[in-house]
């Protein structure tokens, strides 16, 4: 295959040595290419020295390339032929060359501004404007237009800057515009070398309250500042405003209060006193929540004469009716200013909930005030442990104080009605 097929080929003007235009001409055909005096519609290459390609104009040299006619050294034309195979034109080409020489300029160029920044200010082909996890800019601008003291169209611009490298390090400056349109800031630097991240954010935010009278982490909460103070303006639109202090967390419920307020929505089943409260809000004590009952270590039951019992449904209207309570005729306080024996809930035989609770656990054939049994049969109630059923006199000398003896759900005795949670 002819290495230069399809190739159409000029040249802008002589290239020394034996490269005439008759002896190009010749190779062209010889290896499949179209040579041409003139630069045409169709042309892919022209062949040229780097001082022919100096002296053509931008414009011309901007068309070439915008028609892709590449515009290489003749040693292209002579390496192809010699090869016999298409070489890449980026070695030879004199605009590629041409690319690499305005980008070293322009490197050498920006590498010398960053310099001559550094005297004064930041390298800013070294360092960065610092963002936070929020992808917060930290170059914020300070204004300050009070026509009265005389300041109109003042500004800071602060800026807290990050290395390139790392480990990171940061730098703080600040640059003072003394009227709008002014070219020439003052310059503030806190120090010449980088400093680490803690420092550098503290001269950010000493700066900001020193020029705008208010804290950093307060930013969001001042619309305005007092007069003669800069003010600042954070970002809208829904653009990140920096991290934002957060609340302190809540101080943690105990896990007794929340039980206690769990169990205290069943007041009908587990003799809670309805209080009306708030617990977390008034502080109360969940042995407060309970009638009756302290749950100081667990004890047994404190029944006082001052707070209600649990009485099956009717009693009192029975005991109105038959005359059996004690107390009829007067209140406590009013029997003992009368010097009259007050008797409790124990004395008076009104059931209390310690008799209530043996009476379920036994069954209902069960009275826990007789001393008898009923019928001496076993009852159907299992071992508190978990052994094999008990007599009614076995369930009668339990130590229903303890803790220990009351039935639960991993026991493996029926038991009647969910107990209470304590």
Request: glycine share 8%.
């Amino acid at each position: 295959m002819l290495p230069l097929r399809n190739c159409k080929i000029t040249t802008a003007g002589d290239l020394g040595d034996e490269w005439n235009n008759t002896n190009i001409a010749r190779w062209c055909s010889y290896n499949g290419a179209t040579y041409t005096r003139f630069v045409e519609e169709d042309t892919t290459h022209i062949l040229a020295t780097p001082a022919q390609y100096q002296v053509m104009t931008p414009k011309y040299k901007q068309r070439l390339q915008q028609k892709r006619i590449h515009v290489v050294t003749k040693d292209w034309f002579e390496d192809t032929i010699t090869q016999k195979k298409k070489l890449d034109e980026e070695s030879y080409s004199l605009q590629e060359e041409e690319r690499k020489g305005h980008a070293e300029l322009k490197s050498i160029l920006k590498n010398k501004k960053g310099m001559e920044q550094a005297e004064n200010y930041v390298n800013t082909n070294m360092y960065h404007v610092f963002r936070d996890e929020t992808y917060f800019s930290h170059e914020i601008t300070l204004t300050r237009d009070d026509e009265e003291s005389g300041y109109k169209g003042q500004k800071y611009v602060l800026c807290l800057w990050e290395s390139n490298a790392w480990p990171y390090l940061y730098q703080f400056t600040a640059k003072f515009y003394k009227k709008a349109g002014y070219n020439r800031p003052a310059i503030y630097r806190l120090k010449e070398t980088p400093v680490l991240f803690k420092d550098g954010f503290d001269a950010f935010k000493s700066f900001f309250k020193k020029k705008t009278g208010i804290e950093w982490d307060e930013r969001m909460g001042f619309k305005t500042t007092s007069p003669g103070r800069f003010r600042y303006q954070p970002p809208t639109g829904g653009k990140p405003v920096g991290v934002l202090p957060q609340p302190p967390p809540a101080p943690p419920v105990s896990p007794a209060l929340g039980n206690s307020l769990a169990t205290a929505a069943h007041t009908g089943a587990t003799g809670v006193a309805d209080t009306g409260l708030d617990p977390v809000s008034t502080g109360i004590q969940s042995t407060r929540l309970f009638s009756g009952w302290n749950f100081d270590g667990l004890n047994k039951p404190a029944l006082e004469s001052t707070h209600p019992t649990h009485q099956p449904a009717g009693s009192a209207d029975k005991r109105k009716h038959t005359g059996d309570d004690d107390n009829v005729g007067g209140s406590s306080s009013a029997k003992r200013s009368r010097g009259e024996k007050v008797t409790t809930p124990h004395q008076s035989g009104t059931p209390t909930l310690l008799s209530r609770l043996k009476q379920e656990h036994a069954g209902p054939a069960y009275n826990a005030n007789s001393a008898t049994e009923a019928n001496g049969k076993k009852s159907n109630a299992g071992s508190i442990t978990g052994d094999a059923t008990t007599t009614k006199d076995d369930a009668k000398d339990v130590d229903w104080t303890s803790p220990n003896n009351w039935p639960d759900k991993r026991s493996s005795a029926p038991y009647r009605r969910s107990w209470p949670l304590i």
